[in-house]
């Protein structure tokens, strides 16, 4: 099927969204955390790092906008996210592709999604909200022409959020591109099942994705949260992946506004463990 270029809807889509909309400007929210965290590596030098972030949230007339700045050795400006809203059209610049909403995942500190790195879908789009169960997308990457289909359904039922999202790229070649992604969150007496299946193919090589976690408030200060992620399918044709699985496990402490925290990270390749400890506090 032949690439679908976007450029020109996003610029007519702009374009009549500022003639259309009365710009009114709002109050931005700050929020974030400070605090200092410790990782200690399986192979490799350890290292001491600040968990300083800010973000600033705000809508200015018909646009979103989601700011984070961050020091350390990774800090600077990220534009998480920046969108239009019209009705039930939204455009722009999303904080993940629409596929990966109903992937649900547990609570970990350190949260290496690995199982959903699989290069389908992307975060730059235009979605329709056909009610508050069902969005469509069209998805593209920064700087590319190739797009993506995708539409994700997600409900509550007898206590269960379910989940399916559907994507399918849009390319030149005679490739298969498409997956499928199902996933439950579920309660277990206190505690809470979160878990996603991911199948499909890109490149034409096999996608087989999994992820299941819990998370377990023990009491209203200690709470336990478990992940493992494992990415499957092929590297190329007819050879599987190998030691993409990663698990961890963290344990969360509040003492009045700071929150201690101490997390191990489990890798099936070899010399990639580490754990983390630290304290944060949110504003």
Same mark, same amino acid.
């Given at each position: 099927?032949?690439?679908?270029?976007?450029?020109?809807?996003?610029?007519?889509?702009?374009?009549?969204?500022?003639?259309?909309? =009365?710009?009114?400007?709002?109050?931005?929210?700050?929020?974030? =955390?400070?605090?200092?965290?410790?990782?200690?590596? &399986?192979?490799?030098?350890?290292?001491?790092?600040?968990?300083?972030?800010?973000?600033?949230?705000?809508?200015?007339?018909?646009?979103?906008?989601?700011?984070?700045?961050?020091?350390?050795?990774?800090?600077?400006?990220?534009?998480?996210?920046?969108?239009?809203?019209?009705?039930?059209?939204?455009?722009?610049?999303?904080?993940?592709?629409?596929?990966?909403?109903?992937?649900?995942?547990?609570?970990?500190?350190?949260?290496?999604?690995?199982?959903?790195?699989?290069?389908?879908?992307? *975060?730059?789009?235009?979605?329709?909200?056909?009610?508050?169960?069902?969005?469509?997308?069209?998805?593209?990457?920064?700087?590319?022409?190739?797009?993506?289909?995708?539409?994700?359904?997600? =409900?509550?039922?007898?206590?269960?959020?379910?989940?399916?999202?559907?994507?399918?790229?849009?390319?030149?070649? *005679?490739?298969?591109?498409?997956?499928?992604?199902?996933?439950?969150?579920?309660?277990?007496?206190?505690?809470?099942?979160?878990?996603?299946?991911?199948?499909?193919?890109?490149?034409?090589? &096999?996608?087989?994705?999994?992820?299941?976690?819990?998370?377990?408030?023990?009491?209203?200060?200690?709470?336990?949260?478990?992940?493992?992620?494992?990415?499957?399918?092929?590297?190329?044709?007819?050879? &599987?992946?190998?030691?993409?699985?990663?698990?961890?496990? =963290?344990?969360?402490?509040?003492?009045?506004?700071?929150?201690?925290?101490?997390?191990?990270?489990?890798?099936?390749?070899?010399?990639? *463990?580490?754990?983390?400890?630290?304290?944060?506090?949110?504003?």
């Amino acid at each position: 099927m032949k690439a679908i270029k976007l450029a020109s809807v996003f610029a007519v889509s702009a374009l009549a969204a500022a003639i259309s909309t =009365t710009t009114i400007a709002a109050e931005p929210t700050f929020k974030g =955390t400070a605090g200092l965290e410790y990782k200690s590596m &399986d192979k490799g030098s350890d290292a001491a790092a600040s968990r300083g972030e800010v973000n600033i949230i705000g809508t200015v007339g018909s646009v979103y906008f989601d700011l984070d700045m961050e020091n350390g050795s990774d800090g600077g400006f990220d534009l998480d996210e920046i969108y239009v809203t019209q009705g039930a059209v939204q455009f722009g610049d999303f904080d993940g592709t629409l596929l990966d909403s109903v992937a649900y995942s547990a609570g970990v500190e350190e949260d290496d999604d690995v199982a959903k790195n699989d290069d389908f879908g992307t *975060d730059l789009g235009i979605r329709y909200a056909v009610n508050d169960s069902l969005k469509v997308a069209l998805e593209v990457k920064e700087g590319d022409n190739i797009g993506s289909l995708a539409v994700a359904y997600s =409900t509550n039922y007898a206590g269960l959020t379910l989940g399916v999202s559907a994507g399918y790229e849009m390319s030149d070649d *005679d490739k298969a591109d498409q997956v499928v992604t199902a996933g439950v969150k579920a309660p277990l007496g206190m505690a809470t099942l979160s878990s996603f299946v991911r199948i499909g193919s890109k490149d034409d090589l &096999d996608v087989m994705n999994t992820g299941i976690g819990i998370d377990l408030p023990v009491s209203e200060q200690l709470t336990l949260a478990a992940q493992y992620f494992t990415r499957g399918g092929e590297a190329s044709k007819g050879v &599987d992946l190998a030691d993409q699985g990663v698990t961890e496990v =963290t344990a969360y402490y509040a003492v009045g506004d700071v929150k201690y925290y101490a997390s191990m990270v489990s890798y099936e390749a070899k010399n990639k *463990d580490y754990s983390v400890v630290g304290a944060k506090v949110s504003f």
